[in-house]
């Protein structure tokens, strides 16, 4: 499955309701696993974003879904991004054309 990187930064409603983190977590684990992924990490970070979440779903529709779901929440904004361990880019980078 494809790996993917959301960053997360919390909206006013979301920087307020702190506490309800680990609740936030679980709901987010959840809506992963019904759509067929797996939650790799999460991490609450210090710095550009607040939180940043490692997920591999079936395919990058999905992952849109799961962005979706977390934005409607109202409690964070994301930015996401297609991860690629270093042998699958090697290989992708192998199998690139010359121009």
């Known amino acids: ?3 993917f990187l959301c960053f997360l930064n919390w909206t006013d409603q979301g920087a307020k309701n702190t506490k309800d ?3 936030r977590y679980q709901a987010s684990k959840a809506v992963v696993e019904k759509l067929g992924g797996r939650m790799l990490s ?3 970070t210090t ?3 607040d939180v ?3 997920v591999d779903m079936p395919n990058g529709e999905t992952m849109v879904k799961y962005v979706r779901a977390i934005a409607g929440t109202g409690h964070a904004r994301t930015t996401t991004v297609r991860g ?3 042998e699958e880019f090697s ?3 192998a199998e690139a054309p010359s121009m």
């Open 1 to 3: 499955m494809p790996t």
């Open 21 to 23: 983190i680990v609740k």
């Open 42 to 44: 999460v991490y609450v």
């Open 47 to 49: 710095g550009q974003y």
């Open 52 to 54: 940043v979440v490692t």
């Open 84 to 86: 690629y361990s270093p």
């Open 91 to 93: 290989k992708l980078s």
